[in-house]
C-alpha cells in the first residue's frame, strides 16, 4: 500500500499569514496514463470532511481561491495564501492513484495563533 | 443539491453485525462510484472500500482489515449504498462516511453514521 506522509502535524497560523502543508508518497503517483490522483480534503471540528483539491492542483467547487495545490511525483503542497479564522481544522492528503486501497495521510491540525 | 444520508448506526457488541445504510440524491446514483471511509477514535481517515457502477462492471474492493467481514452492495432502484458489517471488532469502533467518488476521490462526503462496538 502507498504510505502518505504530512507534515506538519500541528500547524499554529497567525490571521492573514500564509500556510502550507506538506504530503509525500512512498511511490510516484503518476499513472500509466500520466495522470496524478492526489486530493486534499479539510474537516472541521464536528464535521465531515470537505475535498478541497483533487488531481494535485484542481480546485473543487465553490473552493476559496487561496486555497492552491501543487506537486508532482512523490512530493505535494496544499498552500493558504492568507489563513481565515474558517480554516482551523485538520487537512488530509489522499491518494487514489495506486488503489484498492486509497490511502490518506495521518492529517495536519491547523490553528490560529 | 447533492445529498448522502447514513443511517443504521448504533452500539453492538463484539462479534455482532450491524448494517449502515446510504441514501443518495441529487445526482445520478447508478452511475456512481461509490465508496466507505472511517474515521476511528482518535485517528485519521481510512478508506474502508469502493463499489463501481453498475455499468463499470460493479466491482467491488476493500481494504484488507475488513475483508471477509465487510460487503459492500448497492440498489440503484432506491439509490441506497449499504455496508454490511459483520463479526464486528472494537477496532471498529468510529465514524463510518459513505462518499460519491468523482475525479480521482471523494468529492460528496455524508453526515457519518457513528459505529460502538462494546461489550
Known sequence: DVVMTQSPLSLPVTL????????????SLVNSDGDTYLNWFHQRPGQSPRRLIYQVSKR?????????????????????????????????????THWPPSTFGQGTKLEIK | ???????????????GSLRLSCAASGFTFSNAWMSW????PGQGLEWVGRIKSTSDGGTIDYTAPVKG????????????????M???QTEDTGVYYCTWLWSGGPHHWGQGALVTVSS
Not at chain 1, 492573514?16 to 511511490?27: E, K, V, Y
Not at chain 2, 467481514?69 to 455496508?83: A, G, H
Request: charged content about 20%; overall charge negative; some cysteine.
Open chain 1, 60 to 96: 473543487d467547487s465553490g473552493v476559496p481561491d487561496r486555497f492552491s495545490g501543487s506537486g508532482s511525483g512523490t512530493d505535494f503542497t496544499l498552500k493558504i495564501s492568507r489563513v481565515e479564522a474558517e480554516d482551523v481544522g485538520v487537512y488530509y492528503c489522499m491518494q487514489n
Open chain 2, 1 to 15: 443539491e447533492v445529498q448522502l444520508v447514513e443511517s443504521g448506526g448504533g452500539l453492538v457488541k463484539p462479534g
Open chain 1, 16 to 27: 492573514g499569514q500564509p500556510a502550507s502543508i506538506s504530503c509525500r508518497s512512498s511511490q
Open chain 2, 86 to 88: 459483520n463479526s464486528l
Open chain 2, 69 to 84: 467481514r465487510f460487503t459492500i452492495s448497492r440498489d440503484d432502484s432506491k439509490n441506497t449504498l449499504f455496508l454490511q
Open chain 2, 37 to 40: 471511509v472511517r474515521q476511528t
